[in-house]
């Protein structure tokens, strides 16, 4: 069965930082590319990153740009988020996602995690 | 703000056929694939339709989507109770250096 699991948020402080993380199984992760997406509380959904299948092309919206920075780990199966200088306006569940291909950007987010709720708040 | 226009809300009645829109431009919908997704209350959001008006394998012949220059529908048919959530459009925008967008959501209610 193919599966996402987020985990990592939690409440932090303005300008703080907070690392998620994502695990993967079910599939052969180093073949796609992955995605942040993110939903503020009663809101809708926001892409947040995306990365290539070899970590080769990546790319940011730009309301995170400079402060968040994803990553992976093909070995691990995992994918990452580190989320630095943390704004209230950043408070959302963040979803990690699959993308059906292997380039962030040629195809969207076939299947996606349960999220992990990021609260920033002092 | 979001890049993609949706209504905030539609309505049908059991049985009746609804139509959810999505409203871009030449940097999105006009040039490239669209995507809807289901959100269930209280769930993640699940892949509806692919590229304009594929379905993905389990998805019902109910639902159908539609492209036209730089606007696409979501078409729901034979509709249910359980088709009751929020419906998400989004495209690849191909401004600035390229990016993801979503549509607002619409929230479809089943009365």
Not at chain 1, 57 to 85: E, H
């Amino acid at each position: 069965e193919v599966q996402l699991v987020e985990s990592g948020g939690g409440l932090v402080q303005p300008g703080r930082s907070l690392r998620l993380s994502c695990a993967a199984s079910g599939f052969t992760f180093d073949d796609y590319a992955m995605h942040w997406v993110r939903q503020a509380p009663g809101k809708g959904l926001e892409w947040v990153s995306g990365i290539s299948w070899n970590s080769g092309s990546i790319g940011y919206a730009d309301s995170v740009k400079g402060r968040f920075t994803i990553s992976r780990d093909n070995a691990k199966n995992s994918l990452y988020l580190q989320m630095n200088s943390l704004r209230a306006e950043d408070t959302a569940l963040y979803y990690c996602a699959k993308d059906p291909s292997g380039d962030y950007g040629d195809d969207a987010f076939d299947i996606w995690g349960q999220g992990t709720m990021v609260t920033v708040s002092s | 703000q979001s890049v993609l226009t949706q209504p905030p809300s539609a309505s049908g009645t059991p049985g009746q056929r609804v139509t959810i829109s999505c409203s871009g431009s030449s940097s999105n919908i006009g040039s490239n694939y669209v995507y809807w997704y289901q959100q269930l209350p209280g769930t993640a959001p699940k892949l509806l339709i692919y590229r304009n008006n594929q379905r993905p394998s389990g998805v019902p012949d109910r639902f159908s989507g539609s492209k036209s220059g730089t606007s696409a529908s979501l078409a729901i048919s034979g509709l249910r109770s359980e088709d009751e959530a929020d419906y998400y459009c989004a495209a690849w925008d191909d401004s600035l250096s390229g990016h993801w967008v979503f549509g607002g959501g619409t929230k479809l209610t089943v009365l």
